[in-house]
């Protein structure tokens, strides 16, 4: 289900005590990633 399917979806609030891990850890893998991937550039 999408936010927008919501009844309430006007009113969705964030728990950012759930999502701050997550986002955390997501942005440490894409920081991770680009650092390995530009190390492989010829140029």
């Known amino acids: ?3 927008w399917e919501l009844r309430i979806w006007s009113h969705f609030e964030w728990d950012e005590s759930v999502l701050l891990p ?7 893998y894409v920081v991770r990633t680009i650092k390995n991937d ?3 550039l010829v140029g």
């Open 38 to 40: 530009s190390s492989t």
């Open 22 to 28: 997550t986002l955390d850890a997501l942005i440490q």
């Open 1 to 3: 289900m999408y936010i």
